[in-house]
């Protein structure tokens, strides 16, 4: 078998030691014609800006990217297919590791379409509680994008500011699960526990200092000649196209499309919450960062509003069918054993039939659509992966423009290949 | 029930099947011959205007006797309405349907993943190919009901296959075409591509 790849082979074009011209061994042309020479460049897997496991195979002229193809699946876990072998209470797990930089928001997204199947009503302050969630996970997650792209970008400073402020939700994260990435917060019907003592308040100290990084990063940014001329004009989609794409979330919302599901198609009472809905005009690299920033200022807003309406009560339903009893009354109570025992055993069924639920996660739309046949398992789990749709429309924003917008647009559609490839 | 319904019973006859509520979502079976006529339809006709293509998604049920279905979650951003389209497939028969791409280019790669979880070709489709499994893949459908949930192939055969891997099977034969370097190939992958063979298992030595 011969040693020879085709990745080397395609990426040894230039000058020789000697100073002679080596052959471009693709394309090679009888006359040295230039604009006719494509070079095929790979990109990734492994490498730090396509920002996870994904791998693209650009088309050069020149400098200019005149084709994208990108290559998913490194990642691939097959969650779909596990899930079908598990009982609801059980997946949740597997909704940590899907889109994990957002893990409380995909566990509340995959409670709330098994509790819409199975018919049940959840209490007011599992409502707030999840609220909350869905939130912390929006600021951790836009976080994360801001960092990295402001990195691949050339600025390093907001990186550090923002993961320090992500740390600080991570915290509270963690003061409440007792896990930073796989939380597993939710439960078919309620909570996995109630948000400790001191929570409350640390939430609060963290809403009240919060918008001051928000104001520094703004400052550094927004009016930043290298940042404004590195993203403004650059990767451009229409209002028409990014429907005609089936984009979500800020992707949707930068091209001028009003559409936000807490709005639209409210759940967990989002529509009792005062917040506005960013929307932006270009389209553009600039425009999504515009977006996703001043989302971590209405997230703080719910935040603030969420923590002040948060009631007492129980987290759980009472319905021993589907909860599973305190642990003091399972070893004491034979009934409560009993209701224990079938809960672990057998799982909770839900009635035949099926059920969407999409949340606005902070890349775009979650869905997830259940279809039951009657038992405890789901004959089919699908996720609707706001990621991998975003990024589909990747190739056709791409084309035209030099390879190093090619890295700011593919980290303007804010993915993670956990998700994408699932 | 959505109104769309009957309004589609009127429009398209026999062509539409029965219509079911389930969590608040109406389903409504399509006749897989009409199908990309009805969904036209249903994106530009006024009053309608599904202008979303939420998902695109199959689904196979535990029951062998039941058909498998191909399943569009359609929306109206501007009426915030929903509706679920479902094409019925026999599982045992030709697994093709017409694809929506020329209507929705973010059907795309939601078209090239059911393709690749669950074997259904669709017509028309600009560019079907495996998405998240790679293109040589030989063990089948994953999402299918047939398929067990550890694959096909013992572990160390899988093990197997991945170390023998030519680099080539990593390529499209669309980007090794790119800049004519297909003439540039050693002779044996040039061959291998002609006879469409790519990255098959070498002779064991």
């Given at each position: 078998?011969?040693?020879?790849?085709?990745?080397?082979?395609?990426?040894?074009?230039?000058?020789?030691?000697?100073?002679?011209?080596?052959?471009?061994p693709?394309?090679?042309?009888q006359q040295?014609?230039?604009?006719?020479?494509?070079?095929?460049?790979?990109?990734?897997?492994?490498?730090?800006?396509?920002?996870?496991?994904?791998?693209?195979?650009?088309e050069?002229?020149?400098?200019t990217?005149?084709?994208?193809?990108?290559?998913?699946?490194?990642?691939?876990s097959g969650?779909?297919?596990?899930g079908?072998?598990?009982?609801?209470?059980?997946?949740?797990p597997?909704?940590?590791?899907?889109?994990y930089?957002?893990?409380?928001?995909?566990?509340?997204?995959?409670a709330?379409?098994?509790?819409?199947?199975?018919?049940?009503?959840?209490?007011?302050?599992?409502?707030?509680l999840r609220?909350?969630?869905?939130?912390m996970?929006?600021?951790?997650?836009?976080?994360?994008?801001?960092?990295?792209?402001s990195?691949?970008l050339?600025?390093?400073?907001?990186?550090?500011?923002?993961?320090?402020?992500?740390?600080?939700?991570?915290?509270?994260?963690?003061?409440?699960?007792?896990?930073r990435?796989?939380?597993s917060?939710t439960?078919?019907?309620?909570?996995?526990a109630?948000v400790?003592?001191?929570?409350?308040?640390?939430?609060?100290?963290?809403?009240?200092?919060?918008p001051?990084?928000?104001?520094?990063?703004?400052?550094?940014?927004?009016?930043?000649?290298?940042?404004?001329?590195?993203?403004?004009?650059?990767?451009?989609?229409t209002?028409?196209?990014a429907?005609?794409?089936?984009?979500?979330?800020?992707?949707?919302?930068?091209?001028?499309?009003?559409?936000?599901?807490?709005k639209?198609?409210p759940?967990?009472?989002?529509?009792?919450?005062?917040?506005?809905?960013?929307?932006?005009?270009?389209?553009?690299v600039?425009?999504?960062?515009?977006?996703?920033?001043?989302?971590?200022?209405?997230?703080?807003?719910?935040?603030?509003?969420?923590?002040?309406?948060?009631?007492?009560?129980?987290?759980?339903?009472a319905?021993?069918?589907v909860?599973?009893?305190?642990?003091?009354?399972?070893?004491?109570?034979?009934e409560?054993?009993?209701?224990?025992?079938?809960?672990?055993?057998?799982?909770?069924?839900?009635?035949?039939?099926?059920?969407?639920?999409?949340?606005?996660?902070?890349?775009?739309?979650?869905?997830?659509?259940?279809?039951?046949?009657g038992?405890?398992?789901?004959?089919r789990?699908?996720i609707r992966?706001?990621?991998?749709?975003?990024?589909?429309?990747?190739?056709q924003?791409a084309?035209?423009?030099?390879?190093?917008?090619?890295?700011?647009?593919?980290?303007?559609v804010?993915?993670?290949?956990?998700?994408?490839?699932? | 029930?959505?109104?769309?319904?009957?309004?589609?019973?009127?429009t398209?006859?026999?062509?539409?099947?029965?219509?079911?509520e389930?969590?608040?979502?109406?389903?409504?079976?399509?006749?897989?011959?009409?199908l990309?006529?009805?969904?036209?339809?249903?994106?530009?006709?006024?009053g309608?205007?599904?202008?979303?293509l939420?998902?695109?998604?199959?689904?196979?049920?535990?029951?062998?006797?039941?058909?498998?279905?191909v399943?569009?979650?359609?929306r109206?951003?501007?009426?915030?309405?929903?509706?679920?389209?479902?094409?019925?497939?026999?599982?045992?028969?030709?697994l093709?349907?017409?694809?929506?791409v020329?209507?929705?280019?973010?059907?795309?790669?939601?078209?090239?993943?059911?393709?690749?979880?669950?074997?259904?070709?669709?017509?028309?489709?600009?560019?079907?190919?495996?998405?998240?499994m790679?293109?040589?893949?030989?063990?089948?459908?994953?999402?299918?009901k047939?398929?067990?949930?550890?694959?096909?192939?013992?572990?160390?055969?899988?093990?197997?296959?991945a170390?023998?891997?030519?680099?080539?099977?990593?390529?499209?034969?669309e980007?090794l075409?790119?800049?004519?370097?297909?003439?540039?190939?050693?002779?044996?992958?040039k061959?291998?591509?002609?006879?469409?063979t790519?990255?098959?298992?070498?002779?064991?030595?």
């Open positions: 078998m011969s040693k020879r790849t085709v990745e080397v082979e395609l990426a040894t074009p230039g000058v020789g030691a000697r100073g002679e011209t080596l052959r471009v693709l394309g090679v042309a040295p014609d230039l604009a006719a020479e494509h070079m095929l460049i790979n990109i990734g897997p492994q490498h730090p800006a396509t920002h996870g496991v994904l791998r693209l195979v650009v050069l002229d020149g400098e990217v005149v084709r994208v193809i990108p290559h998913l699946g490194y990642l691939h969650f779909e297919k596990l079908e072998y598990r009982h609801y209470n059980q997946i949740i597997l909704t940590d590791r899907t889109d930089l957002s893990p409380m928001a995909n566990n509340v997204g995959f709330l379409a098994a509790e819409l199947l199975m018919g049940i009503a959840i209490t007011p302050r599992c409502t707030v609220v909350i969630a869905c939130e996970s929006r600021i951790i997650s836009h976080m994360v994008w801001l960092g990295t792209t990195i691949d050339g600025a390093f400073t907001p990186f550090l500011w923002a993961f320090q402020e992500r740390e600080r939700i991570y915290n509270l994260q963690e003061m409440w699960t007792g896990a990435l796989t939380t917060v439960r078919v019907g309620g909570m996995m109630d400790p003592d001191d929570f409350v308040a640390g939430l609060r100290h963290f809403t009240q200092t919060f001051k990084t928000l104001s520094e990063i703004d400052r550094v940014l927004t009016r930043n000649a290298v940042w404004v001329g590195r993203t403004q004009g650059v990767g451009v989609l209002a028409a196209e429907i005609n794409h089936s984009l979500s979330g800020p992707m949707l919302r930068a091209s001028g499309v009003a559409y936000d599901v807490r639209d198609k759940y967990l009472d989002y529509e009792t919450y005062d917040f506005d809905v960013v929307v932006g005009e270009h389209g553009d600039y425009d999504r960062y515009l977006v996703r920033l001043e989302e971590c200022s209405q997230s703080n807003r719910i935040l603030q509003q969420a923590l002040d309406r948060l009631p007492d009560g129980p987290i759980n339903i319905d021993p069918r909860i599973l009893p305190p642990k003091s009354r399972a070893m004491n109570d034979m409560a054993m009993i209701y224990h025992f079938k809960q672990v055993m057998e799982g909770v069924k839900a009635p035949v039939g099926e059920a969407y639920v999409g949340i606005e996660n902070p890349k775009g739309e979650l869905g997830t659509y259940l279809v039951s046949d038992t405890a398992k789901p004959v789990w699908r992966p706001p990621s991998f749709i975003n990024l589909s429309a990747l190739p924003m084309a035209g423009h030099l390879l190093s917008d090619l890295i700011a647009i593919n980290a303007s804010d993915i993670v290949m956990g998700e994408v490839d699932r | 029930m959505n109104p769309s319904v009957d309004a589609l019973r009127a398209f006859g026999n062509a539409i099947g029965r219509a079911l389930s969590c608040g979502d109406t389903i409504v079976y399509v006749g897989r011959d009409a990309l006529d009805v969904m036209a339809w249903l994106r530009d006709t006024p309608h205007t599904y202008d979303y939420v998902d695109v998604t199959a689904v196979e049920y535990r029951d062998r006797e039941r058909p498998l279905e399943v569009y979650g359609l109206s951003l501007s009426r915030r309405a929903d509706l679920r389209v479902k094409v019925e497939l026999d599982s045992q028969g030709d093709t349907v017409d694809s929506v020329p209507l929705w280019r973010g059907a795309d790669w939601l078209e090239r993943e059911v393709y690749d979880m669950f074997g259904i070709t669709f017509r028309g489709h600009p560019d079907l190919r495996r998405i998240l790679w293109e040589t893949y030989a063990e089948g459908y994953p999402l299918r047939d398929f067990p949930l550890r694959g096909r192939f013992s572990r160390a055969e899988q093990v197997r296959q170390l023998a891997a030519r680099p080539e099977a990593h390529y499209s034969l980007e075409s790119i800049a004519d370097a297909y003439e540039e190939l050693p002779a044996d992958m061959e291998r591509l002609r006879r469409g790519r990255g098959e298992l070498p002779d064991s030595e």
